[in-house]
């Protein structure tokens, strides 16, 4: 096999950004992958990826993967608009991967499409956190321009003061020279 068939192959086995993006929840406000949509992903049954994770249970500490809840996976078929848990084939709840378990995955799943589907996985995960990240200093300019806005008010009503005293010590004066003189005149 030429360098040429194995680009070709890998090329074949790539799957869309936007397909593994859809696949990536916010649950506990991490963004995840459940094991079905992992395994569909390396086209190795749920059970199989769940009984090499369990096998290797070291290895997936609770920031790498977790199960979820029943009020999590409530609102998780609720996202993805499932009504019928029979349908599904769930009898228990999917286990969460975060990008660090996904990473470790590729350990576990020791096949040449678990490797090249974790490059690409790892790679939505970075492009998602880049954009995340360009989206957070946009949200910073609103409120660098309101702090900036709040300064200017500030100094321009130091400015207005500033005015409005001159001109009372104006008006002071005007009424000084305005006042008729007492006293005694020499003439």
Do not use: C
């Amino acid at each position: 096999m030429t360098q040429r068939d194995i680009i070709s192959e890998n090329d074949k086995m790539k799957v869309p950004e936007d397909v593994i993006a859809s696949k990536i929840f916010l649950i506990r406000g991490l963004k995840v992958m459940l094991d079905r949509d992992l395994a569909g992903l390396y086209q190795v049954e749920t059970r199989v990826l769940n009984q090499a994770v369990r096998r290797n249970k070291k290895r997936f500490p609770p920031d790498f993967m977790f199960e979820l809840t029943k009020e999590e996976m409530t609102n998780w078929m609720s996202q993805i608009v499932i009504s019928n848990r029979e349908k599904m084939g769930l009898r228990k709840p999917p286990l969460a991967f975060t990008e660090q378990g996904v990473a470790m995955m590729s350990s576990v799943l020791n096949s040449e499409r678990a490797i090249l589907m974790n490059i690409q996985i790892i790679r939505v995960f970075t492009k998602i956190r880049e954009l995340l990240g360009t989206h957070k200093e946009i949200m910073h300019q609103p409120e660098e321009i309101r702090h900036k806005d709040q300064e200017q008010d500030r100094q321009i009503k130091v400015i207005f003061e500033y005015l409005r005293q001159l001109e009372q010590q104006k008006k002071n004066e005007e009424d000084l020279k305005a006042r008729r003189k007492i006293g005694f005149r020499n003439e």
